[in-house]
């Protein structure tokens, strides 16, 4: 039985067969249940509000944040960007996920200028030495637990022989070879990590339902099982207007202590010192997690330039206290959306576009801005979970932004 209902009211311990996926077009999650408490639970639920309902994020609640947002205040406002998701929740263990950004949408096989910077190593992102060796970052960015990167690596690539999808670079007559970007964070204190929960028809979903519009957050996708601050995380997003462009962020956020947290300035963590977080005697080990950051713009920019763009996503996280510990895989990576069909240009000579260096600084400013809200965004719309050997992780409570 299919039953639509909304993202922010699931039930995420219920039904020992539940399913559930994000479909980002309808803003609403399908559960594909067995269970019939859960099919009850499920459906009580769905009488006492909307489908369209919507999360609350950081701004509805007061938060002071620099910088003037988009129109959605997401990755998915710069033109042809597509987000999707799978999320992942079955039974009393399985809280896990994929999420994938399309820099030019599902449709398009044409690469993006692109830069990575790896604050903290500690973690993964695949197919790296190729966009660092060439500039190019070629096909969607995928983001997922940290066991599960060879299961949505491999799947990816399955995807592109079945559906025919050869990349921008690395092809050749009838044949390509493919170097996918795929990043983790690492969900065990929530997820069962080693039962290999992700499988390659939940990659090939999120491929396929990748969409336009606003972005789910919070306890979803590759975010699911994730820990921020020592609160529930997840995904989040924002964006910012620089003049003439925009500049937007999208995290996968599990880094960070309690104790560090900082939010518009206020140390949030120190003030809720006392806020029980995990409801049993076990506790996610502080300075274990990583932080996953995508930037995009839309400004003519250099791969170079792209770098130095993700190299600011550092100062966003900085904002909130993190000092990215030995313990955390904070690696961020940037692209821009100009410049299109430049990697494969007529006559082999290409004319482009790019900002000047010296014109940089409000795009630079943009960045942080959008880093910083995109993971406020996570907290805020992330929700209590439990989780396997029932494990809780209470999410911030939003009184304490609007006092």
């Not at 993202?7 to 980002?24: E, K, M, T, Y």
């Not at 975010?223 to 609160?231: E, L, N, V, Y």
């Not at 960070?256 to 140390?267: E, N, T």
Request: charged share 15%; net charge neutral; proline share 5%.
């Amino acid at each position: 039985m299919i039953l639509s209902v909304s993202s922010r009211r699931i039930d995420q311990s219920c039904g020992a067969d539940a399913l559930v996926r994000v479909r980002p077009p309808g803003r609403t999650l399908a559960l594909t249940l067995s269970s019939k408490v859960c099919f009850i639970v499920a459906a009580l639920v769905s009488l006492t509000i909307t489908a369209t309902a919507q999360p609350k994020r950081a701004r509805d609640l007061g938060v002071p944040l620099e910088g003037t947002p988009g129109p959605l205040n997401a990755i998915t406002d710069i033109a042809g960007i597509e987000v999707g998701h799978t999320t992942l929740i079955e039974g009393a263990s399985v809280r896990t996920g994929v999420t994938v950004v399309w820099p030019r949408g599902k449709q398009s096989d044409d690469p993006a200028f692109g830069g990575w910077f790896s604050l903290n190593g500690n973690g993964e992102m695949t197919g790296t030495t190729w966009l660092e060796e060439s500039g190019f970052l070629d096909g969607p960015i995928l983001i997922t637990n940290t066991h599960s990167v060879g299961t949505v690596r491999d799947a990816y690539i399955a995807w592109q022989v079945e559906d025919k999808r050869k990349p921008g670079t690395n092809s050749f007559g009838g044949g390509f070879w493919s170097l996918p970007i795929v990043a983790e964070t690492y969900d065990g204190f929530l997820n069962d990590t080693n039962g290999f929960h992700v499988k390659p028809q939940h990659v090939a979903q999120a491929l396929d339902s990748a969409a336009r519009g606003r972005v789910p957050e919070g306890n979803v996708g590759g975010g699911t099982g994730m820990i921020c601050f020592g609160f529930k995380g997840g995904i989040g997003t924002s964006s910012r207007i620089a003049g003439q462009y925009r500049v937007a962020a999208l995290v996968q956020c599990n880094c960070g202590s309690k104790r560090q947290l900082r939010i518009a300035g206020a140390p949030v963590g120190q003030d809720l010192a006392n806020q029980p977080v995990a409801s049993t005697g076990a506790k996610p080990l502080e300075d274990r997690g990583s932080i996953i950051i995508v930037v995009a713009t839309d400004a003519p920019l250099l791969p170079t330039q792209t770098k130095r763009l993700a190299r600011r996503a550092s100062l966003g996280l900085a904002r909130l206290g993190a000092t990215s510990g030995n313990g955390s895989g904070d690696i961020f990576i940037a692209f821009s959306t100009a410049n299109p069909n430049i990697a494969k240009p007529t006559g082999g000579i290409a004319t482009l576009s790019m900002l000047s260096n010296d014109s940089l600084g409000p795009i630079f400013d943009a960045t942080v801005q959008a880093v910083e809200e995109a993971i406020v965004n996570a907290l805020v719309a992330a929700e209590d979970m439990t989780g396997i050997d029932g494990h809780k992780v209470t999410a911030l409570p939003h009184d304490a932004l609007t006092q």
